[in-house]
C-alpha cells in the first residue's frame, strides 16, 4: 500500500499536510506531532514586514468550529529566514515544507518570494490571496485581473512550485482556479476560511476584536468538499484539499472529489494526534477496499447516471 | 519548561462545589509529573465526540497529587465548560499540557493571592505547593454571591490554607472585593486571577503600595501550545504577546494596562 504522492516536483510520503496558520512554523508542535512522518506542513503566513495582527478576541468556538481574526500576525520575512526557517531546516527530513505567502501588493509578494528563493529547507510557496489589495480594497483572490497578475509575476520569480489558496469567497472557483493555472501555478489549494460573524447578544458587540474574521472546521467541509470538487473538474494542475478534515474518512472526500493532497488545520487544535489519525484513517480505507496507491483514489468519485 | 504531552486523562471524581461549579479529578501521570503552579492544560473530549463543543478549554491545574492525579474547577459558563462539566468518573478526557509560564514564587517574601471566581483555580496548586514547602501563603477569595463560593471545606483539604472569603453580597464571609481591607504590612507577593476589572483593581494596588505583583489572565484560546496566536493580550511595550506560551503568568509589569 503505498500512501506516497508525486505532484509539485516532490514526492510526499503521505497526502496529508498540516495548513497554514494551525502549526505555526512547526516547531510548536514538535513534541506532539511526529512531523517527519507526515506529508508536510504549510507555515503561518510570511509577510514583507512584521505584522502586529488584530485586537482580541481572535479567536471563537462556532458550531462546528471555529472562527479566528488573527490579522496574519507574524515575524516578517527577515526574523522568518533568521529565527524560523533554520529550525525547518534543520528538523525536516522527509516531511515538505511549503511556504506561505501573504502582501497588500504584488510587489509585496514578490519581495517575499525573491527574498527567500535562494534559502534551503522548503519546497515552495502557498500564496494567500485572501487579502486586501491596498489599491483598492478588493481582496486578490476575488479580483480576476489582479490575481492573474499577481501570479504571472510571482512566476516570473521562481521555478519553485508555486500553489495557490484560493478563497470561497467567489460566485464560481472554476473561474479563479482556470486564472491560476493560465497564470503559471503549479497547483492550488481550496480552500481558505469563509467569512464569517458572531454576535454576544448581551453586550450587544462582536464576539471578535476585528468584528468578522474567518469560520474554519467541520462546519465548513461540505463546502470545502464541493470547492475542491468544482476546481478540479477544470484544472490539470493538483488540487490540495482543505476545510474541516477530522478523520480518514474526512480526508477521502476531498481526495475522491480530486483533492491529491490534503490539509488538516483547526482539527490540531482539537487533537494534535489528528494529522496521524487522518493518514491511519486513509491507510485503513485503502486496506479494506485493496486500494494499491493513493493516487488511484484522487478524482475516482463515480456519480450515478452521469458516469 | 518541559515539552507538553498529549495524553488521554480517566475522570476518577467530580463533585459539586458551588453553584454550577464542579471540582473534577483526572488520572494523569504523564502531565501532573511536570506541572507547576499557574499552568494549564487544555481539557477537551477529541475528535470522535462529534456532539461536543469543538474546541477543547483551557483551565489553570488546581490540584496536582503524588499519584498523577491533576484537580481542575470547571465552572459553567458556555456550551464547552457544560460539557466537561458534565463528565462522568470512567469518563475520558483528551488533556494537552502541562501549559505556559508558572508563577515564580520569590523566596523571601510572604505570598497573598488574590481569587475572584473561578481565579481560584490556579491558587489552589498555588497554596498547596506553597503550604508543603513550608511559605506562609495566604488565599483570598471573592465571589458575588455566597452560593458561588467554592466549598471552604476543600479549599481547606486541597491546601492546607483557611481561605480569607469575601462576598459581594455580604452572604458567606466579609462583604467587600479582595482588595479591601488587606493587611500588606509584611510586603507580600501578591498573586492574582480572576476578571479583568479585578485584575486592574489588584494592578493599582500593588502600585499603591510598591508591591511585586503577577497575574494570571484569561484569553479565548485556540490551540494552547503558540501557533495559532489568537489569545493574545497587549503588552507594556504595546505588542500583542501570547497568554499561551508567554503567559498565562505575567508580571504586572510586562502588561499594557488599559
Given at each position: 500500500?503505498?500512501?506516497?504522492?508525486?505532484?509539485?516536483?516532490?514526492?510526499?510520503?503521505?497526502?496529508?499536510?498540516?495548513?497554514?496558520?494551525?502549526?505555526?512554523?512547526?516547531?510548536?508542535?514538535?513534541?506532539?506531532?511526529?512531523?517527519?512522518?507526515?506529508?508536510?506542513?504549510?507555515?503561518?503566513?510570511?509577510?514583507?514586514?512584521?505584522?502586529?495582527?488584530?485586537?482580541?478576541?481572535?479567536?471563537?468556538?462556532?458550531?462546528?468550529?471555529?472562527?479566528?481574526?488573527?490579522?496574519?500576525?507574524?515575524?516578517?520575512?527577515?526574523?522568518?529566514?533568521?529565527?524560523?526557517?533554520?529550525?525547518?531546516?534543520?528538523?525536516?527530513?522527509?516531511?515538505?515544507?511549503?511556504?506561505?505567502?501573504?502582501?497588500?501588493?504584488?510587489?509585496?509578494?514578490?519581495?517575499?518570494?525573491?527574498?527567500?528563493?535562494?534559502?534551503?529547507?522548503?519546497?515552495?510557496?502557498?500564496?494567500?490571496?485572501?487579502?486586501?489589495?491596498?489599491?483598492?480594497?478588493?481582496?486578490?483572490?476575488?479580483?480576476?485581473?489582479?490575481?492573474?497578475?499577481?501570479?504571472?509575476?510571482?512566476?516570473?520569480?521562481?521555478e519553485r512550485p508555486l500553489v495557490v489558496k484560493l478563497t470561497p469567497n467567489v460566485p464560481d472557483i472554476g473561474v479563479y482556479a482556470r486564472i491560476c493555472e493560465e497564470a503559471g501555478a503549479d497547483g492550488l489549494s481550496a480552500i481558505n476560511t469563509f467569512p464569517g460573524m458572531l454576535i454576544d447578544v448581551e453586550g450587544r458587540r462582536p464576539v471578535i476584536g476585528n468584528v468578522s474574521g474567518g469560520v474554519s472546521g467541520p462546519a465548513i467541509l461540505p463546502m470545502g468538499v464541493y470547492l475542491t470538487w468544482r476546481a478540479a473538474a477544470v484544472v490539470?494542475?493538483?488540487?490540495?484539499?482543505?476545510?474541516?478534515?477530522?478523520?480518514?474518512?474526512?480526508?477521502?472526500?476531498?481526495?475522491?472529489?480530486?483533492?491529491?493532497?490534503?490539509?488538516?488545520?483547526?482539527?490540531?487544535?482539537?487533537?494534535?494526534?489528528?494529522?496521524?489519525?487522518?493518514?491511519?484513517?486513509?491507510?485503513?480505507?485503502?486496506?479494506?477496499?485493496?486500494?494499491?496507491?493513493?493516487?488511484?483514489?484522487?478524482?475516482?468519485?463515480?456519480?450515478?447516471?452521469?458516469? | 519548561?518541559?515539552?507538553?504531552?498529549?495524553?488521554?486523562?480517566?475522570?476518577?471524581?467530580?463533585?459539586?462545589?458551588?453553584?454550577?461549579?464542579?471540582?473534577?479529578?483526572?488520572?494523569?501521570?504523564?502531565?501532573?509529573?511536570?506541572?507547576?503552579?499557574?499552568?494549564?492544560?487544555?481539557?477537551?473530549?477529541?475528535?470522535?465526540?462529534?456532539?461536543?463543543?469543538?474546541?477543547?478549554?483551557?483551565?489553570?491545574?488546581?490540584?496536582?497529587?503524588?499519584?498523577?492525579?491533576?484537580?481542575?474547577?470547571?465552572?459553567?459558563?458556555?456550551?464547552?465548560?457544560?460539557?466537561?462539566?458534565?463528565?462522568?468518573?470512567?469518563?475520558?478526557?483528551?488533556?494537552?499540557?502541562?501549559?505556559?509560564?508558572?508563577?515564580?514564587?520569590?523566596?523571601?517574601?510572604?505570598?497573598?493571592?488574590?481569587?475572584?471566581?473561578?481565579?481560584?483555580?490556579?491558587?489552589?496548586?498555588?497554596?498547596?505547593?506553597?503550604?508543603?514547602?513550608?511559605?506562609?501563603?495566604?488565599?483570598?477569595?471573592?465571589?458575588?454571591?455566597?452560593?458561588?463560593?467554592?466549598?471552604?471545606?476543600?479549599?481547606?483539604?486541597?491546601?492546607?490554607?483557611?481561605?480569607?472569603?469575601?462576598?459581594?453580597?455580604?452572604?458567606?464571609?466579609?462583604?467587600?472585593?479582595?482588595?479591601?481591607?488587606?493587611?500588606?504590612?509584611?510586603?507580600?507577593?501578591?498573586?492574582?486571577?480572576?476578571?479583568?476589572?479585578?485584575?486592574?483593581?489588584?494592578?493599582?494596588?500593588?502600585?499603591?503600595?510598591?508591591?511585586?505583583?503577577?497575574?494570571?489572565?484569561?484569553?479565548?484560546?485556540?490551540?494552547?501550545?503558540?501557533?495559532?496566536?489568537?489569545?493574545?493580550?497587549?503588552?507594556?511595550?504595546?505588542?500583542?504577546?501570547?497568554?499561551?506560551?508567554?503567559?498565562?503568568?505575567?508580571?504586572?509589569?510586562e502588561l499594557a494596562w488599559i
Open positions: 500500500m503505498d500512501l506516497s504522492q508525486r505532484l509539485l516536483g516532490a514526492t510526499f510520503q503521505s497526502p496529508v499536510l498540516l495548513a497554514s496558520g494551525t502549526c505555526g512554523y512547526g516547531e510548536e508542535y514538535a513534541s506532539l506531532i511526529p512531523l517527519d512522518e507526515i506529508g508536510g506542513l504549510v507555515t503561518k503566513a510570511v509577510s514583507l514586514e512584521p505584522r502586529p495582527g488584530n485586537p482580541p478576541h481572535r479567536v471563537a468556538e462556532t458550531p462546528g468550529g471555529m472562527i479566528n481574526a488573527i490579522g496574519l500576525q507574524n515575524v516578517g520575512l527577515e526574523r522568518f529566514r533568521s529565527e524560523k526557517l533554520p529550525w525547518l531546516r534543520e528538523n525536516l527530513r522527509s516531511a515538505s515544507v511549503l511556504i506561505n505567502v501573504v502582501g497588500h501588493s504584488a510587489e509585496d509578494y514578490e519581495a517575499v518570494v525573491s527574498g527567500l528563493d535562494s534559502d534551503d529547507g522548503f519546497l515552495g510557496y502557498e500564496i494567500n490571496v485572501s487579502c486586501p489589495n491596498v489599491k483598492d480594497g478588493t481582496l486578490f483572490g476575488t479580483d480576476e485581473q489582479a490575481l492573474s497578475a499577481l501570479v504571472n509575476g510571482l512566476r516570473a520569480l521562481t490539470s494542475i493538483p488540487v490540495i484539499g482543505i476545510g474541516g478534515i477530522r478523520s480518514g474518512s474526512d480526508a477521502l472526500q476531498y481526495i475522491l472529489a480530486g483533492a491529491s493532497l490534503v490539509q488538516v488545520g483547526t482539527a490540531l487544535f482539537v487533537d494534535p494526534s489528528a494529522p496521524v489519525q487522518v493518514q491511519a484513517g486513509i491507510a485503513e480505507y485503502m486496506e479494506r477496499h485493496d486500494v494499491a496507491r493513493v493516487a488511484d483514489l484522487v478524482g475516482a468519485l463515480t456519480i450515478p447516471g452521469r458516469d | 519548561m518541559t515539552a507538553p504531552v498529549r495524553a488521554w486523562g480517566r475522570v476518577l471524581e467530580r463533585r459539586k462545589a458551588a453553584a454550577d461549579t464542579f471540582w473534577i479529578e483526572v488520572d494523569c501521570p504523564s502531565i501532573a509529573e511536570h506541572a507547576r503552579p499557574g499552568q494549564f492544560v487544555m481539557l477537551g473530549t477529541g475528535l470522535s465526540d462529534v456532539a461536543a463543543p469543538f474546541l477543547p478549554r483551557p483551565f489553570s491545574i488546581g490540584a496536582r497529587e503524588a499519584d498523577g492525579r491533576l484537580g481542575f474547577l470547571v465552572r459553567v459558563f458556555g456550551a464547552g465548560t457544560r460539557r466537561l462539566s458534565a463528565v462522568a468518573p470512567g469518563d475520558d478526557l483528551l488533556m494537552l499540557g502541562p501549559l505556559g509560564q508558572p508563577f515564580s514564587l520569590p523566596a523571601e517574601r510572604s505570598i497573598v493571592c488574590l481569587a475572584g471566581g473561578v481565579g481560584l483555580a490556579p491558587f489552589l496548586f498555588v497554596g498547596a505547593e506553597a503550604r508543603s514547602d513550608g511559605r506562609e501563603v495566604r488565599i483570598v477569595y471573592g465571589e458575588r454571591t455566597g452560593d458561588r463560593v467554592f466549598d471552604p471545606e476543600l479549599i481547606r483539604r486541597i491546601t492546607g490554607v483557611e481561605p480569607d472569603l469575601r462576598t459581594e453580597d455580604g452572604s458567606l464571609g466579609r462583604r467587600g472585593l479582595v482588595i479591601d481591607d488587606l493587611d500588606l504590612d509584611d510586603r507580600p507577593q501578591l498573586l492574582a486571577c480572576g476578571p479583568d476589572p479585578m485584575l486592574r483593581a489588584c494592578n493599582d494596588l500593588a502600585l499603591r503600595h510598591d508591591l511585586p505583583l503577577q497575574v494570571s489572565v484569561e484569553e479565548h484560546m485556540g490551540c494552547g501550545v503558540g501557533t495559532c496566536q489568537g489569545c493574545v493580550v497587549l503588552s507594556a511595550e504595546g505588542e500583542w504577546i501570547k497568554s499561551c506560551t508567554e503567559g498565562p503568568v505575567f508580571d504586572a509589569r
